[in-house]
């Protein structure tokens, strides 16, 4: 059970798939401090407050905490852009890449058929 837990584990689409994970949680991290450091004081400006995750309102005892919610969104759409360009940039990678030729399957059936034909067409001659 050992081994193929290691031979599964070795696989390179669980190797890429842990890549993956990582790099994203480190680009989430960018990500946040972008918002919360650029793009947020950017905003405030505007709105005349500094800090968007502050902005709340309250219904009696219920807090909506918006400016968070803003900042969330905000997270996200920065991540799908760059996602997009990502895919994008590979796309056009993998489609210049030449295409292998693929070998022409002949059909048995077909190559005696073909075969027949030609010997018919020979007797006939005669």
Known sequence: MIKEFKEFIARGNVIDLAVGVIIGSAFTAIVKSLTDNLINPLIGIFLGKVDLSNLKFSIGDATFKYGSFL???????????????????????????????EEEEVDVSAQYLEEIRDLLKEQAKK
């Open 71 to 101: 900042n969330a969104i905000i997270n996200f759409f920065i991540v799908a852009i760059v996602v997009f360009i990502l895919v994008k940039i590979i796309n056009k990678v993998v489609k210049n890449e030449p295409e292998e030729p």
